[in-house]
């Protein structure tokens, strides 16, 4: 892809917004709290969840006590979507607040050769570090596979995509697309600009964790270690304004657990179902500890939390996970990118209500920007979700959101667009898209 002046004439138009490419205004935050306190920001994202795997979302067989009753205490979206139907573009989309048609890749890769995002590419971490937040990751990162430090010689080397570049203040995890789906490796990755969880990085680098033997000895399984990093961080964060991304890697391949938990006596089950139902209650588990370590804090009243999935399911007909949708993972269909979201923020998300409302992965670019108290880059795709998130306020709607990769792709519009498919795509598939950021 060819890189497009962001300044261009009709980009608004071109994003498919409409009217509501009013969005893109440096809005003062309708969340702002009257002691003008900023509030945290967790983003908790698994891996190849479908929409249909948890309790909260109509699953029957799979246990998810915690998330559902964070269903119950929140929001719960019906019409979110992950921004691409497999990890690596949907990935850049959340992070760039732009679809496919726009942003740095519509490519998963493979075989070492990772689309990268290059380094004049703004995150939501370089946006949310501009208000004052610490910014922290935990897990699979997929954006740049290169990067100073790694243990592969080949990829031991400054990558555009490397973390330390893209306003992380904190990570631990493999940052590879392809070794993070390894669950007993023999070494993560950990960088800290300033020492606040771990050892000081010293520099532009990541440091190895070694893990030895883990490969062999199977003692320490991966989700495990980034909930405990993930604990830890917020820990040490917890009195100033803080952004934690955690991209667990659960229940994505390799099929591995510890523990086949509540699971061991379904005699009908394969031990492939087995283990990607002990996955995720695993996780859910864990998802459920990272909520009470707010409440531990007294932070929670202050913390805006949101659970998703990078894309839909891969095939498990006894589960459902698609939850009656057409397709899963891999698939242009509502089954591969529709996928759960769950809003919570006690005393300021009204518990146990649900909305329609039409959104995606690159909305939480403005989403998180306005709640940080900060104009997001321009112009982007994302519409700010705020006022769905508190109830209050107008909600400016998509036109249409674009999914696609050459001939691959789906539209799914909003009510009132009319326009054929070949007059979207004339506004929806351009060059690169490289927004404008001004810092704070």
Not at 25 to 46: E, H, Q, Y
Request: aromatic share 10%.
């Amino acid at each position: 892809m060819n890189t497009t002046d962001p300044t261009r004439r009709g980009f608004l138009k071109a994003a498919g917004l409409g009217i509501a490419a009013m969005a893109l205004r440096p809005a003062t935050s309708t969340a702002a709290k009257a002691d003008g306190k900023l509030p945290n920001l967790i983003f908790i994202m698994a891996d190849d969840l479908g929409y249909g795997d948890l309790g909260c979302y109509g699953q029957k067989l799979i246990q998810t006590p915690e998330l559902d009753k964070m269903c119950a205490a929140g929001l719960k979206l019906t019409r979110f979507h992950a921004g691409f139907p497999v990890c690596l573009p949907a990935r850049c989309t959340l992070m760039t607040g732009l679809h496919t048609g726009h942003c740095r890749t519509n490519k998963n890769g493979g075989g070492g050769k990772h689309p990268m995002l290059k380094t004049e590419d703004t995150t939501v971490a370089t946006v949310l570090k501009t208000a004052g937040y610490t910014t922290a990751m935990v897990g699979k990162w997929s954006l740049g596979d290169d990067f100073v430090g790694c243990v592969k010689k080949h990829q031991d080397k400054d990558g555009s995509g490397a973390i330390y570049k893209h306003g992380w203040d904190y990570y631990y995890g493999e940052p590879n697309q392809t070794y993070c789906h390894r669950y007993y490796p023999n070494q993560l990755y950990s960088y800290d600009r300033t020492g606040l969880v771990d050892k000081k990085t010293d520099g532009d680098r990541l440091d190895v964790v070694p893990l030895p033997e883990n490969s062999k000895k199977r003692t320490h399984y991966t989700h495990d270690l980034l909930t405990v990093k993930a604990l830890e961080f917020i820990d040490a964060a917890k009195d100033k304004p803080f952004f934690l991304y955690v991209p667990y890697t659960i229940p994505h391949a390799d099929y591995d657990v510890p523990e086949i938990e509540p699971y061991a006596k379904a005699a009908d089950w394969s031990k492939k179902e087995k283990t990607l139902a002990s996955m995720i209650t695993r996780m859910d588990r864990d998802v459920g500890r990272i909520l009470k370590r707010l409440t531990k804090h007294g932070i929670e009243k202050n913390t805006l939390v949101i659970f998703t999935s990078d894309n839909g399911p891969n095939k498990f007909p006894r589960f459902d996970s698609s939850g009656g949708l057409k397709g899963g993972k891999r698939n242009f269909t509502l089954g591969g990118l529709r996928v759960p979201g769950i809003a919570y923020w006690p005393g300021t998300i009204k518990a146990g209500t649900t909305s329609d409302h039409l959104s995606a992965f690159w909305d939480i670019m403005p989403t998180f920007a306005e709640l940080g108290g900060v104009k997001p880059p321009a112009p982007i795709d994302g519409i700010s979700m705020v006022p769905t998130l508190l109830g209050k306020g107008a909600q400016k709607k998509h036109n249409y959101l674009y999914f696609g990769a050459g001939k691959n792709r789906l539209i799914i519009r909003n009510e009132h667009e009319k326009r054929t498919d070949a007059e979207i795509l004339k506004e929806a598939v351009t060059d690169v898209v490289v927004p404008k950021f001004t810092a704070k």
